[in-house]
């Protein structure tokens, strides 16, 4: 019914910049939220940045200042710029979306996952 295809993720040196997409498809009415959430190994996922249909966002402690949410809703898309990279931001990242469905049902879809490696 519904697919969210992500794109951007790689290799990239301490203190480098990668920018994630997130494309959702299918059977949507609307989108209420869309967000980033990450695993690293033996962790659990956590929020990364979200943000609503208003432009209300939402960050980790961990990245404000070094990483920016931004959508576009005609083309229900998150982006997620990430600047200033360290380590420890090394895990794989998960789309996130709240959409209501042309059937009127509200539901929540997570996308595949994209590799995002901080390493000299």
């Known amino acids: 019914q519904v697919q969210l295809v992500e794109s951007g993720g790689g290799l990239v040196q301490p203190g480098g910049s990668l920018r994630l997409s997130c494309a959702a498809s299918g059977s949507i009415f609307s989108v209420y939220s869309m967000g980033w959430y990450r695993q690293a190994p033996g962790k659990q996922r956590q929020l990364v940045a979200a943000i609503t249909t208003g432009a209300s966002t939402n960050y980790a402690d961990s990245v404000k200042g070094r990483f920016t949410i931004s959508r576009d809703d005609d083309k229900n898309t998150v982006y997620l710029q990430m600047n200033s990279l360290k380590p420890e931001d090394t895990a794989v990242y998960y789309c996130?979306?709240?959409?209501?469905?042309?059937?009127?049902?509200?539901?929540?879809?997570w996308g595949q996952g994209t590799q995002v490696t901080v390493s000299s």
């Open positions: 996130n979306a709240d959409l209501t469905l042309v059937s009127g049902r509200r539901e929540d879809y």
